[in-house]
């Protein structure tokens, strides 16, 4: 065996493990703190908060009598409030006074909207961590505003660019450019051609310059665990020639891989010198795969893909958002990636999409680590999705998890007691069932869809 040639791999997947516990640790982290500290806020007093399963590495006990601790699997976490028998916070030990109730500073004692408060704040928690990610994410990176300014030029490999960062942008092809939200709808209707006339305000006079077709086939994102990303393409690659056809337009590119129906394509790739000054090219195979795409509207499109995101060759001059602007646009990223989620698990349970869309541990911690790989506002990024991912999980009504909970919260708002013993055990037997089930079909999932 050729230990030598497997180091490669190995580093990698050390790398994609790394980047996986660090994900899940700060996402099981927030929502672990929601639960402790809507607890505390009511009056519940919890004895652990745990990082991790298994034996404890790094453990400290604050002034309220918490004690803090790391462990050894880091793959989850829990809070153990004061009178759980163990962290599910279902079963009581023995703090039942001779009364027959718990102290008011235990879970079970504690009245029954510190209880559901409690329990929701996790998930609550979750969501908030999402939407304040995607609100610093948009501030950092800032929004375009009228009138149409470029900042900056994306380097291209054969058309001479006369755009400069400055230039205003009047008119495109003899047409008036419109403000930005028209702007997608506009540049479908201009000619088709490779170079283009642009009109520019520059230095206090109109000029007129040649330029690319606005939407050139630029690699402005690549997604993780996509044809493109298995193949290497980067960020600023710029692709030349696809299935032996030459393209100077994104549409081009698309038109193409959608008619794929998944064939194997022969790429060129272009590839800008980190200095600008000149690049190379790359000559690659590419093979479509058949994904199943969120709409806005609600549903899925199925689209045979590589995985890459177009964009303009020049960037807009940008301003920073306001925080209630920011904070709509975090709570939108957060709502739209809830209503996707449950429209693809709704479409995966009546067949209309692939069930291979569901995936378990394996396929989120290659996500992960390729997430990681493409920076960290990407990986950032990937950390806010999946934070509202597990929030909106912990949701479901399946006893074991929040949800379930919440559910036995409200039979003791109805009918003026918690279920018996005996309905809880089964119950959460059967919820553990289902958990399981899910999980190992997930993890079916991982190894054996393409």
């Known amino acids: 065996m050729d230990l030598i040639g497997l180091i490669p791999s190995f580093g990698s997947a050390l790398y994609t493990v790394a980047a996986f516990v660090v994900a899940l640790s700060v996402i099981v982290a927030i929502h672990e703190y929601g639960h402790y500290i809507v607890g505390r806020w009511s009056g519940i007093k919890a004895d ?42 279902v079963s009581q030990s023995d703090t039942v006074g001779a009364d027959g109730t ?18 929701a704040a996790g998930p609550v928690f979750n969501f908030i961590l999402s939407i304040a990610i995607f609100s610093a994410v948009l501030m950092f990176r800032g929004v375009a505003t009228d009138p149409l300014v470029v900042d900056e030029v994306q380097p291209l490999p054969s058309v001479a660019q006369g755009v400069v960062p400055g230039d205003r942008l009047l008119e ?22 490779p170079v283009l006339d642009y009109t520019v305000a520059r230095d206090g006079s109109d000029v007129t310059v040649a330029g690319a077709y606005p939407e050139p086939p630029l690699v402005g994102g690549v997604t993780p665990q996509s044809a493109a990303f298995e193949a290497g393409i980067e960020r600023g690659d710029v692709i030349t020639r696809i299935d032996g056809q030459e393209v100077f337009a994104f549409s081009q590119l698309r038109d193409i891989v959608g008619n794929s129906d998944g064939r194997p394509l022969d790429v060129t790739v272009w590839r800008p010198d980190p200095d600008g000054q000149g690049g190379e090219t790359l000559e690659m195979t590419l093979t479509p795969k058949r994904m199943d795409l969120p709409l806005s509207e609600g549903g899925f499109e199925t689209r045979w893909l590589i995985g890459i995101t177009g964009g303009l060759y020049f960037s807009p001059r940008t301003e920073t958002p306001g925080p209630f602007q ?6 939108d990223q957060t709502v739209f990636i809830v209503r996707a989620s ?35 506002l990407s990986f950032i990024w990937f950390i806010a999705v999946l934070s509202t991912a597990v929030g909106l999980l912990n949701l479901f009504p399946i006893p074991v998890l929040d949800g379930g909970h919440l559910v036995f919260h409200a039979y003791e708002a109805v009918r ?16 553990l069932a289902l958990l399981g089930t899910m999980m190992v079909f997930a993890l079916f999932n991982d190894i054996f869809c393409p």
């Open 102 to 119: 718990a102290p008011r500073h235990t879970m079970h004692g504690a009245p029954l909207w510190a209880r559901a408060a409690t329990v």
């Open 172 to 193: 495109i092809a003899g047409r008036e450019t419109p403000e930005l939200d028209g702007l997608d709808a506009f540049i479908d209707e201009l000619p088709m051609q």
């Open 416 to 431: 003026g007691k918690p279920p018996g013993d005996w309905a809880l055990n089964v119950l959460m037997a059967i919820g």
């Open 326 to 331: 920011a904070l709509a646009y975090g709570a």
């Open 48 to 89: 652990v908060f745990s990082i991790g399963f298994g034996p404890v590495l790094f453990a400290r006990t604050d002034r309220h009598g918490t004690r803090w601790q790391i462990a050894a699997l880091p793959f989850g976490g829990y809070v153990k409030f004061a009178g759980d028998a163990d962290a599910t916070s």
């Open 342 to 376: 449950l429209s693809g698990l709704y479409n995966m349970a009546v067949g209309a999409i692939s069930s291979c869309n569901l995936r378990g541990p394996i396929g989120i911690a290659q996500t992960s680590g390729a997430a990681a790989s493409q920076g960290g």
